[in-house]
């Protein structure tokens, strides 16, 4: 366990979040809240969450997912089978006594199980009700796979990446993914906030289209209103920024320039060929501008135009891989990642809550559950006796 202390946790504390959760979007969503101290329960199958069994490159840690690790810190798990008819009611009282509950189920299955936000608004009508999806709750992709590089290729992200002459290329992560997750905890905080005023809990939707929308504000903006970017032969520039802009070849590696008018290039590159080249066209140029920046950066190491860019004040960065990320002293100096101990897999590793409370940024208080871990734990809370949990538990409605 980390040793950092657990700061921002009470913000939330005395909040109850019920997860129905799997994959990454719902998953993160609830682990924000956790972080800052909500009592986030999972609910389970007895298969356990997809999450357990699957990572990215089916790498597995002595057998422990660092997937699942990255997003079930700090809650709880129980196993409940919702098919089970002697289910619903130790569940029904379960969620009486929950502030939100958050779903990432495709859009009507909790409906068609008894657990539907009308349902449960007639019944606890304090209750936050929070669904994360792909598309949205109705529409015509409502039964489409909502999945990241999915969405990355339907809203434009993956077309407005790479080179004219290449295919469109999505990022190198699930930004999408992730930032459904923050939003879908932003409107849950929202909406619990709304309720201090109301005493009314609010149904909130968050989607894996809209966050691929909203990463896209500016961009989606100048096409509303008539602007149609194309990528660059080069590709180092955006589709809707005059150049500089992206990661140049320099002798020995990358270096990334952004936004630097024609003036400071003949600066600093001591190029005349620049000064044809006005702030009013230079995006129209940006290829010309792109070949010149290119030949100068070619010929010098990555090192020795940091040194010659951070001179000039110029904005500049590293290209890095993932270890020099991780080594960077600005990233450690925030903070940025913490560690929790797995009774297989030793000291896994992850990344922090991105948020910072009073200087400290949230950490690990508890390590990811075992799956079930908490089921006799949070139903005997509930007013059952264990003689009760034990009932449950031979008719298979909970394990």
């Known amino acids: 366990m980390s040793a950092t202390p657990a700061a921002g946790p009470g913000m939330l504390s ?3 979040v019920v997860s129905f959760t799997h994959f990454l979007q719902g998953p993160s969503a609830s ?5 800052l101290g909500a009592d986030v329960i999972k609910i389970e ?24 690790g990255l997003g079930n810190r700090n809650v709880r798990s129980i196993v409940v089978d919702l098919k089970h008819p002697d289910a619903s009611e130790p569940l029904l009282r379960l969620l009486d006594s ?3 509950l958050i779903e990432s189920f495709r859009p009507g299955t909790l409906d068609r199980l008894g657990f539907g936000w009308e349902a449960l608004h007639a019944r606890n009508p304090r209750l936050v009700y929070a669904s994360l999806s792909g598309y949205g709750s109705d529409g015509p992709y409502v039964d489409r796979p909502g999945q990241d590089v999915l969405i990355q290729a339907m809203s434009g992200l993956a077309m407005a990446t790479g080179r004219a002459d290449q295919p469109p290329q999505p990022t190198g992560a699930c930004i999408v993914d992730q930032h459904g997750a923050v939003l879908g905890a932003f409107g849950i905080l929202a909406a619990l906030h709304g309720r201090e005023r109301t005493g009314v809990g609010t149904k909130v939707e968050s989607n894996l289209l809209n966050a691929a929308l909203d990463l ?10 008539g602007f149609r970017g194309e990528r660059s032969a080069s590709g180092v520039s955006s589709p809707f920024y005059t150049a500089p802009y992206g990661v140049f070849g320099t002798a020995d590696g990358w270096i990334c320039l952004s936004l630097t008018s024609p003036q400071k290039l003949r600066e600093v590159f001591d190029d005349e060929g620049f000064n044809g080249i006005e702030p009013g066209d230079a995006f129209a140029r940006r290829e010309d501008v792109n070949a010149r920046v290119a030949a100068h950066l070619s010929t010098r190491p990555t090192a020795e135009w ?5 001179a000039a004040a110029m904005w500049w960065a590293p290209v890095n891989d993932h270890d020099a990320v991780i080594a960077d002293p600005q990233v450690q100096h925030n903070d940025s990642f913490d560690q929790y101990e797995h009774p297989d897999a030793g000291t896994v590793r992850v990344l922090k809550h991105p948020v910072t409370y009073d200087g400290v940024r949230p950490g690990v208080r508890t390590a990811p559950p075992e799956l079930g871990q908490h089921t006799a734990e949070v139903f005997t809370s ?5 003689d009760d949990v034990h009932a449950l538990r031979s008719t298979g409605a909970v394990a």
């Open 45 to 68: 199958p007895r298969t356990g969450a997809f999450e357990r069994s699957w990572t990215g490159p089916g790498t597995f840690l002595e057998g422990h997912s660092p997937f699942f």
């Open 14 to 16: 005395g909040i109850r």
């Open 382 to 386: 509930l007013g059952y006796s264990d």
């Open 98 to 100: 929950a502030d939100v």
């Open 216 to 225: 896209q504000i500016e961009p989606l903006t100048y096409a509303l209103n």
């Open 31 to 35: 682990q924000l809240l956790a972080d």
């Open 306 to 310: 940091a040194e010659v860019f951070r």
